[in-house]
């Protein structure tokens, strides 16, 4: 069963440029996660998903920033016209329904030039 | 809201001894889930062991155990038999009931030869 999966796991931007982050999760997992880590920070919540629904997005901020869970297809993390401070590593996470372990994949590192 | 803290930034530990990592969370919630991740430099979050609140018995993985004081709020890590590929960042980590994880800062772990 393989685990988590995020591509790409390095992008480069410019300023103003837009990032597709993306996220397939374990099989038979209907809940996705996205977290934020800034350098030498823990990670930050941002949104929980489950198929084509948005749960939870308190952790994101309002403006540039989106995210959806399609029927078929992986999560995508969205972020519009970004800047220097959006440079992180954006993991994802899973669960499956009834349980309460998420599992993460390895990782985008965005770096924004 | 939930907080989870790591007072210790850095800790180092001669291979083969026993370290012990420290945690204290603050929450309001009687039932929740504890978890510890760790963070090699590959930067992947693997999950190390976790523990419900609701069980009284401290959870056990091989060289991996855990000091869970309810009433106190605390939960320590403490690794035995330290080998070098536990080198890595460990976070602590608190499962909300509304499912979100909120992580602490870190301790980095050095594993001296």
């Known amino acids: 069963n393989a685990g988590v999966m995020q591509n790409p796991r390095h992008l480069v931007r410019r300023r103003g440029q837009e990032a597709r982050l993306r996220c397939s999760p374990m099989?038979?997992?209907?809940?996705v996660y996205w977290y934020r880590q800034l350098p030498e920070e823990g990670l930050k919540f941002m949104v929980y998903?489950?198929?084509?629904?948005?749960?939870?997005e308190s952790g994101m901020p309002k403006e540039r920033f989106s995210a959806e869970f399609p029927k078929e297809g992986p999560s995508i993390l969205r972020i519009q016209q970004v800047v220097r401070g959006d440079s992180a590593a954006y993991f994802c996470?899973?669960?499956?329904?009834?349980?309460?372990?998420?599992?993460f994949g390895p990782g985008t590192r965005l770096t924004v030039l | 809201a939930q907080t989870v803290t790591q007072s210790q930034p850095e800790m180092s530990v001669q291979e083969a001894e026993t370290v012990t990592l420290s945690c204290t969370y603050d929450?309001?919630?009687?039932?929740?889930?504890l978890f510890w991740y760790k963070q090699p430099p590959s930067r992947q979050m693997i999950l190390v062991i976790r523990q419900e609140a609701y069980k009284q018995q401290n959870a056990t993985e091989n060289r991996f155990s855990v000091n869970f004081q309810k009433a106190a709020k605390s939960f320590s890590l403490k690794i035995s038999d330290s080998q070098l590929g536990d080198a890595a960042m460990y976070f602590c980590?608190?499962?909300?009931?509304?499912?979100?994880?909120?992580f602490g800062k870190g301790t980095r772990l050095h594993i001296l030869p």
């Open positions: 929450t309001s919630e009687s039932d929740y889930y």
């Open positions: 980590a608190y499962r909300s009931r509304d499912d979100k994880i909120i």
């Open positions: 998903l489950q198929k084509e629904n948005i749960i939870d």
């Open positions: 099989k038979g997992h209907s809940h």
């Open positions: 996470a899973s669960r499956k329904p009834s349980t309460d372990t998420q599992y």
